[in-house]
């Protein structure tokens, strides 16, 4: 199966646009394992309660060091977000392991 990592860093709004991006890509390519990774200033997006509404084909994750660095847990992490370790590590082994990459 192909994969497809896409990278988020500024804002809440990059993680809607980046989630909605990849559900029309699994509209054209269903097949497909996309993950949305998530750093930077956009970390401050995935604390709260809100839950993130997506399609269970998304994977969306959150850097924990980011987190940590920002002085978040992961106890404040919303629902519908998992974690990578590292953003930059996870990014980096997934295009090692032949995933497409997209930045947005």
Known sequence: MS????????????????????????????????????????????????????????RVEACSLGLRARGHSLDELRPGFDTVAGASAAIIQAQLDGAAYLRL
Do not use: K, Y
């Open 3 to 58: 994969n497809a990592v896409i990278q988020v860093t500024t804002d809440a709004a990059a993680i809607d646009r980046a989630v909605e991006s990849a559900q029309r890509i699994l509209e054209q390519l269903p097949d497909l394992q996309i993950r949305v990774i998530v750093h930077g200033e956009a970390l401050d997006a995935v604390v709260g309660t809100e839950p993130l509404e997506h399609d269970p084909a998304v």
